[in-house]
Nanobody, 123 residues
Framework: QVRLVETEGGSVQAGDSLRVSCAASGRTAGIFAMGWFRQAPGKERQFVAAINWIDSHTEYADSVKGRFTVSRDGAKNLMNLQMTSLKPEDTAVYYC????????????????WGQGTQVTVSS
């Protein structure tokens, strides 16, 4: 099992930046990739970004390309999401996910999930 814990999100103004992180613990040696998803009220959870734990290849949703950056600190089993030029439509609960097997990102469902952290962007 892999346990994922996100850092606290926050409330910011449109155009601001915010960084959230996700710490993995437990059976981390088997992690293939980690990623971020988000769910806005009344909407389905959607993919945001992911990073391959082996080669650091990244994937992004079109809606965040050029604004969000996902990175990893393998030694600390830590994944970061740096969000810039935030928009009100980025408001959502952000979830950290991890794949414990070879996966096609982001199609393959994640195996492990964090509890989520709220990010609110005001106009």
């Amino acid at each position: 099992q892999v346990r994922l814990v996100e850092t606290e999100g926050g409330s910011v103004q449109a155009g601001d930046s915010l960084r959230v992180s996700c710490a993995a613990s437990g059976r981390t040696a088997g992690i293939f990739a980690m990623g971020w998803f988000r769910q806005a009220p009344g909407k389905e959870r959607q993919f945001v970004a992911a990073i391959n734990w082996i080669d650091s290849h990244t994937e992004y949703a079109d809606s965040v390309k050029g604004r969000f950056t996902v990175s990893r600190d393998g030694a600390k089993n830590l994944m970061n999401l740096q969000m810039t030029s935030l928009k009100p439509e980025d408001t959502a609960v952000y979830y950290c996910g991890a794949w414990g097997r070879i996966a096609i990102l982001p199609v393959t469902p994640a195996d492990y999930w964090g509890q989520g952290t709220q990010v609110t962007v005001s106009s």
